[in-house]
């Protein structure tokens, strides 16, 4: 478990390479579910996601030693950008390792910003066998999207955030993916307001944490294309950190389909005037769906990531049924 002392040093480490991101107030929302709600802007973080925290974190807890030798992850996209930023402001080499599920929108700015990307396979589990064989062969340093001490403690610094902003908050909405996230967030949220709900929100098909929750552990499952794709992947069969967090702090774990994430994209950018990917999306999603249930104000609902395919806005927002594109 990464407590708040962790969480609260991160903090420091990080500062001055970061984006303390806004908390802004949504009237629309808050007059839709009947309670206040503050939207965290972490899609404005420089890589356009909440992941060059835990990214920075880590990479800044590296001895000369490890930083010499490089880094390598697997990612669906927003951790191998942020990480390959984060390498790059150092001197580091970067090696990314990505399905070809990821967009190629996420995978060219992996490779402007420098990194050696590796495209393998079909799924996150592909990927992180490839990372994994960098590590063995060519004595690179892992660093993983999520189940890393590190990176969740710098995750966690957005709850720091979000408490100091909305000091009486009661409902906290959180994308779930592999955990690292959710994992910090509810750790530091948790820490100073006991009381506080915490909730994930994930897609309806392949959602690996929530399958790993519902079976007591660690699950392999099929992935799928989703307007949601920084969501997709599995947790890894030896997760020790963020399955347990996840396990033992969130109080409950909310799924959406691909009709719903569409319009809480849509929302987004007609009434709150906000691009966001579909991962960022999810929490609005959940509340204009109204599938919170017992919702108790104020919330604080993180948009996570920007970096979505324009094309792919356009379509969602112009109401296209097959905004992806998918062969039917």
């Known amino acids: 478990m990464i407590g708040l002392d962790a969480i609260q040093e991160a903090r420091k480490r990080i500062i001055g390479h970061i984006i303390s991101t806004p908390l802004v107030w949504s009237p629309a929302l808050s007059h839709i579910c009947g309670v206040a709600v503050g939207l ?55 090696t990314i390792c990505m399905s070809r599920l990821v967009p190629e929108n996420k995978i060219s700015e992996v490779r402007r910003l420098g990194a050696d990307v590796r495209i393998v396979g079909s799924s996150q589990d592909d990927a992180q066998k490839e990372a994994e064989r960098l590590v063995d062969e060519n004595g690179l340093v892992m660093l993983p999207p999520f189940d890393h001490p590190a990176i ?26 592999g955990g690292g996230l959710a994992a910090g967030v509810a750790a530091s949220v948790k820490a100073m307001r006991p009381n506080a709900k915490v909730i994930g929100l994930t897609m309806e098909r392949g959602a690996a944490m929530k399958a790993s929750l519902d079976a007591g552990g660690p699950v392999l ?107 039917t």
Do not use: W
């Open 152 to 177: 969740v403690a710098g995750q966690g610094t957005i709850g720091l955030e979000i408490v100091e902003a909305m000091p009486d908050v009661a409902t906290v909405l959180v994308p779930l993916s």
């Open 221 to 327: 499952v099929e992935e799928f294309p989703s307007l949601a794709d920084s969501l997709g992947g599995g947790i890894g069969p030896d997760n020790r950190v963020t399955f347990p967090m996840c396990r033992a702090l969130l109080d409950d774990v909310v799924l959406l389909s691909e009709s719903e994430i569409a319009a809480g994209i849509r929302y987004a950018y007609e009434r709150e005037r906000e691009v966001l990917e579909g991962a960022g999306a999810v929490g609005i999603a959940a509340l204009i769906a109204h599938k919170i249930m017992g919702l108790r104000g104020p919330v604080a609902v993180v948009l996570s990531g920007r970096n979505i395919d324009m094309d792919v806005h356009r379509r969602v927002v112009n109401g296209m049924s097959n905004p992806l594109g998918q062969k």
């Open 40 to 94: 965290k802007l972490e899609h404005y973080q420089t890589t356009g996601s909440f992941k060059l925290r835990g990214a920075t974190n880590a990479i800044l807890k590296l001895t000369e030693a490890e930083r010499k030798r490089g880094v390598v992850a697997a990612s669906t996209g927003n951790h191998g950008r942020a990480l390959s930023h984060a390498a790059r402001a150092i001197g580091l080499r970067a």
